[in-house]
């Protein structure tokens, strides 16, 4: 009941904002997410890749950008339809995989009859998903959204001028080629139009050709092997058809792939199982018995009891030289041949087809095979196209795993089939029986976020600005190509230039943010089209990709109860809670994990966060004024120094993190790193309000990416409505660096007190290293002065085996140690610890000053007394403890 009462004080201090960006004479940042398909709501999933392009567009806003952070939603493809004819089948007692009833009523939705329409699921999850982000508090210009589909007449003529362009181009084709094929809908699927086996391609398989009485038996063989035995699972489904008037047998897999590859069709009766009647009374038990012939060699048949497929095996011993010469052109011949039209490429004894490389389900239950289609294809293959890429992506900022992967991709990217037979979307304009696939018709639908409010201001395009009607090619070369207005449109020139305007003033997108799954496509898709359709001053400029999110550490899934939408979330956490916990849930590609107690957590540390800003500043009569600090900072005591020094620390530690979109370190620094710094403030004697106030300030803006509109409510009720980034107000770090000695002597003492107690201790402080130190100091102070006149990279030079820096070192170092009488060992250790570290033998600060000063923490953290007096016996920086 506590926590639900502070989140609800909490949630009562949230108030969303209305986001607008327009064209005006600031710096503009545009920032797009990849909008999500609607069969469903959002969840948590979603939510955290969405968060990051959130928390930036808010990190840019407090320095001063104009923020255009817009969202749309995507209807069209395979997904939605199938999923609507799924449910009919299943209202109509069909069996289906997946039981489209039950997820409809998990959404809440009493009746599921209504989504058999796939048009009512495009009128329904857009405004669901943006009432998830609204209560959100996601910084997104809705004026801007918008539908895909044909549903909208706007989108739908813009993704036809972009085929248009690229046709032109030329840099479509059309032609058959190896496609994954889904047999229940008929048509080839891509990415986004499978459940299992996202960036599975078809690869080629080889088949060696077993002949015996009863025709050829097509068997698997590995590349090299000599054939001597067939080992065939009993388990297998055996298949038996006619290809080029030859009675041929094979496993039910493999024959779906040829089937759709060669045309063939089983012969009548004749499928069977392994082990029951199969094609011509031939069942495995008799197979067995059969002596196959290959390469003019007798294979025996073995029938095991496992679930494998027919595979031949090199088991003779006797092989020859030319018999082996003879396999190895004839393996190579076959894998050079070309493919011809509706034939697999064959020799006398292989046969070659295509296979998945390895499982693809399609959304609508499918078991995908590959099939030779006829396709319409982007040529992303064509090396011109490819190098303008690789212009871009050298200059496109990014992470270097990112880098890799989009390098992967823009290598093996080659002809894409766009056409589909089946869904909803854009048909091809020159080719109406085919529609461009979900994937190839979202590419570049940024640009029309820049002044879709202008033409129309549903999502639909239903609530008409510009008229519908006149759209085409011509109003899309107007506002992206710079051409001149043709007549048909010159009484709407003034809406197509602002439309023209406001594209030229936004765009390049600045920040693509998007789940890593979509790297070996859509991404790589999203620079070639810019590429090919915009002048160069229009290219991405930077893309950010994170990993999936768990649930309290495992696989989020509908099935096991392990899920939360959007909506769960935020009305079991609340907004700023969630968005918290969001934040420390992961950055990079690495998978990412939200955890409950962690959210839940939250509530609580910043319902004690808020509180403790309203009652400091409402008994505070102190004014915060950052110019009066400053100009008192040199004048003032050590623990007030220390806190100023700590905030500037923090703050500069989490704008590099916001700039980088490492979200855990803002986290760190802006929240937990601060709050630490108070508390050791109040254990130094600090008792400044003011710079406590200061200290609470930036922390809300420091969070104000993370949690807006509490940020919002704090900075405009208690810290006269700044919103901008704190400054970084000292770059001095003495006094961190004394407080970082002292936890760092108590820390020793702690760990020599752990077997025993004692009363009291006395701690030894050094003022100076002993001779023996000071003179090898000496040497590598000279040494190193010499490598830097001669422009030697010290950090290299050390890291190389035969190293000259590192024998002079030793080599000087041994003739001072020899002298003291020091164990050589010892002493070269010291040295070569000093040459890689300097700055680690230096104080800015007095140590005895510092720990006579706080021996008080010490003791009350140690339980014993405390005495600090200086001796020649310690090193600086290395107190030693003397125990009674």
Request: with cysteine; proline share 3%.
């Amino acid at each position: 009941m506590e926590e639900k009462s502070k989140l609800k004080y909490l949630s009562a201090l949230e108030k969303e904002r209305s986001a607008r960006a327009d064209v005006c004479s600031g710096r503009k940042f545009f920032i797009t997410f990849p909008y999500p398909y609607m069969n469903g709501k959002l969840h948590l999933g979603h939510l955290f890749s969405i968060s990051k392009a959130d928390f930036f567009s808010y990190y840019k806003e407090l320095q001063g950008y104009n923020v255009l952070f817009p969202f749309s939603f995507h209807c069209t493809g395979m997904p939605i339809s199938a999923s609507a004819k799924k449910l009919e089948d299943e209202l109509n007692g069909k069996a289906v995989d997946v039981s489209v009833k039950k997820i409809i009523e998990g959404f809440e939705f009493k009746d599921p009859e209504p989504f058999t329409d796939p048009m009512h699921w495009i009128r329904t999850f857009p405004g669901l998903c943006e009432s998830s982000l609204r209560k959100f508090h996601a910084n997104i210009d809705w004026r801007r959204s918008f539908i895909t589909t044909d549903l909208n007449k706007y989108y739908d003529s813009f993704v036809k001028w972009q085929f248009n362009r690229l046709n032109r181009l030329g840099y479509l084709s059309f032609g058959k080629r190896h496609s994954i094929f889904c047999p229940v809908d008929e048509q080839p699927c891509q990415d986004h139009d499978r459940r299992k086996g996202e960036n599975v391609k078809p690869v080629m398989a080889i088949l060696c050709k077993l002949r015996f009485g009863g025709g050829v038996l097509l068997s698997r063989m590995k590349e090299g092997c000599v054939p001597g035995k067939l080992i065939v699972g009993w388990k297998k489904e055996m298949v038996g058809f006619e290809y080029n008037g030859v009675k041929c047998f094979a496993e039910r897999n493999i024959f779906d792939n040829i089937r759709m590859q060669a045309g063939v069709d089983a012969a009548d009766g004749d499928t069977g199982r392994s082990g029951s009647e199969v094609p011509r009374n031939i069942d495995i038990t008799n197979l067995c018995k059969h002596m196959f012939m290959v390469f003019g060699r007798e294979v025996k048949c073995e029938v095991i009891e496992k679930d494998l497929g027919c595979i031949v095996k090199g088991m003779q011993t006797d092989a020859d030289e030319k018999c082996i010469d003879t396999i190895k052109r004839e393996f190579e011949l076959i894998q050079k041949m070309e493919d011809s039209d509706g034939r697999l490429a064959e020799t006398e004894n292989f046969i070659r087809f295509y296979e998945p490389e390895d499982e693809v389900i399609s959304r609508s239950g499918g078991k995908c095979v590959v099939a030779l289609t006829d396709q319409w294809y982007v040529n992303y293959h064509d090396e011109k196209w490819k190098k303008e890429v690789w212009k871009c992506m050298e200059r496109l900022e990014c992470t270097e795993d990112t880098r890799k992967i989009l390098e992967e991709a823009h290598g093996w990217i080659g002809r894409w089939g766009f056409s589909r037979s089946f869904g909803l979307g854009t048909r091809i304009p020159w080719d109406e029986k085919y529609l461009i696939d979900s994937l190839s018709d979202s590419t570049i639908y940024m640009a029309m976020y820049t002044f879709k409010h202008f033409l129309y201001s549903d999502l639909e395009g239903k609530e008409e600005i510009f008229p519908s009607m006149l759209l085409s090619d011509d109003v899309w070369n107007y506002i992206f190509l710079k051409r001149e207005i043709t007549p048909e449109l010159a009484l709407h020139e003034e809406v197509l230039k602002k439309c023209r305007e406001s594209f030229e003033y936004f765009y390049p997108v600045d920040l693509r943010v998007s789940g890593k799954d979509l790297l070996k496509n859509h991404l790589v898709f999203f620079l070639f089209n810019h590429v090919a359709l915009f002048d160069e001053e229009y290219w991405p400029r930077r893309i950010f990709t994170n990993g999936h999110l768990m649930l309290n550490s495992e696989k989020m899934s509908k099935s096991s109860g392990n899920f939360l939408t959007v909506d769960e979330s935020l009305k079991k956490f609340g907004v700023s809670s969630t968005r918290m916990c969001l934040a420390v849930c992961g950055d990079g590609n690495e998978d990412a994990n939200f955890v409950e107690s962690n959210a839940n957590s939250f509530v609580l540390k910043l319902h004690s966060y808020v509180r403790q800003i309203e009652e400091l500043c409402s008994n505070s009569t102190d004014r915060l004024c950052i110019s009066k600090i400053i100009s008192e900072y040199p004048e003032m005591g050590f623990a007030d120094r220390f806190l100023i020094q700590t905030i500037s620390a923090n703050v500069s530690c989490t704008i590099r993190a916001h700039e980088e979109m490492m979200y855990r370190d803002v986290v760190k620094y802006g929240f937990y790193e601060m709050i630490h710094a108070k508390e050791m403030y109040h254990i130094l004697g600090g008792k400044s309000a003011s710079l406590v106030i200061l200290l609470y300030k930036s922390i809300s803006q420091l969070l104000y990416p993370i949690t807006p509109s509490l940020s919002r409510h704090l900075i405009a009720t208690y810290f006269d409505s700044d919103f901008s980034l704190p400054p970084v107000f000292v770059l001095d770090t003495d006094e961190i660096d004394a407080v970082a000695y002292l936890k760092s002597t108590l820390r020793k003492l702690a760990l020599q007190t752990k077997k025993k107690k004692y009363s009291s201790v006395e701690i030894l402080v050094g003022v100076e290293y002993t001779e023996w130190k000071r003179r090898c100091m000496g040497i590598v102070d000279q040494i190193l002065c010499e490598c830097k006149l001669a422009d030697i990279n010290i950090s290299d030079e050390i890291k190389k085996p035969d190293s000259l820096l590192l024998s002079k070192v030793i080599s000087s170092s041994k003739e001072v140690l020899k002298e003291f009488g020091i164990p050589e060992q010892r002493g070269i250790s010291f040295s070569m610890d000093y040459l890689a570290r300097p700055e680690c033998y230096t104080t800015k600060f007095n140590e005895y000053k510092v720990l006579e000063s706080y021996k008080h923490y010490i003791a009350d953290n140690a339980g014993m007394e405390v005495f600090i007096c200086v001796s020649s016996r310690a090193d600086p920086g290395n107190p030693l403890f003397e125990f009674k």
